[in-house]
């Protein structure tokens, strides 16, 4: 069975690549803007608007979606739209826990079904000086690339644990996609 990413991301592809989650990607073509108000719905809601921007290009297997927000003290924090910005959110993250939650869209292509879900992990930071906030800032190049932080890199230092999945705080909840994926009766031998 054929699966594809709707999302042409290095990182999620990576991710999938390692844990032998064979797929193609598409880049999908969605503004990614919600009108769901509590946090988790709205990163369901991006997830699902980026399978049906595609749905029509996939003519069988299955397409996963994911949209990926960071919540810090309730705040949404998305992919930060300037270095100052990003800056910001890891001065609200040091000394402080914040929620990872990644939507989660998956649909089967021949059974038209589509299930909306989603993975949730806590990180707890420890206190964070400015001067290594800018010194990771200076060394992340794909940092407004990402919801808040790139925690495989540099940001790993400032971290004291993480509740939940590590894989759901780099974007790509693999235990939560395979789970889904079994439900519907597709396992890693059947993808191609």
């Known amino acids: 069975m054929k699966l594809t990413l709707a999302s042409t991301s290095k990182y999620k592809r990576n991710i999938l690549d390692r844990v032998m989650l064979k797929h193609?990607?598409?880049?999908?073509?969605?503004?990614?803007?919600?009108?769901?108000?509590?946090?988790?719905e709205y990163c369901m809601d991006?997830?699902?608007?980026?399978?049906?921007?595609?749905?029509?290009e996939?003519?069988?297997?299955?397409?996963?979606?994911?949209?990926?927000?960071?919540?810090?003290?309730?705040?949404v924090c998305e992919k930060p739209a300037s270095l100052q910005e990003a800056k910001e959110n890891l001065k609200l993250c040091s000394n402080n826990?914040?929620?990872?939650?990644?939507?989660?869209a998956i649909k089967n292509q021949e059974t038209n079904e589509l299930v909306l879900d989603y993975q949730e992990s806590t990180v707890y930071f420890k206190t964070i000086i400015d001067e290594d906030i800018?010194?990771?800032?200076?060394?992340?190049?794909d940092i407004l690339e990402s919801a808040g932080f790139i925690i495989e890199n540099v940001a790993s230092n400032f971290i004291d644990h993480?509740?939940?999945?590590?894989?759901?705080?780099l974007g790509v909840p693999v235990e939560k996609i395979y789970?889904?994926?079994?439900k519907m009766d597709i396992y890693l031998k059947d993808l191609n």
């Open 24 to 40: 193609d990607s598409i880049k999908p073509l969605c503004d990614e803007i919600s009108d769901k108000q509590d946090p988790y």
């Open 46 to 56: 991006i997830a699902k608007q980026k399978i049906l921007s595609i749905e029509n």
């Open 58 to 75: 996939i003519k069988e297997g299955i397409i996963i979606a994911l949209d990926c927000i960071v919540l810090i003290n309730n705040k």
């Open 97 to 104: 826990s914040s929620k990872v939650v990644t939507g989660i």
């Open 134 to 141: 800018d010194f990771y800032l200076s060394h992340e190049e």
């Open 162 to 169: 993480i509740d939940g999945s590590f894989y759901n705080v």
């Open 179 to 182: 789970t889904i994926l079994n």
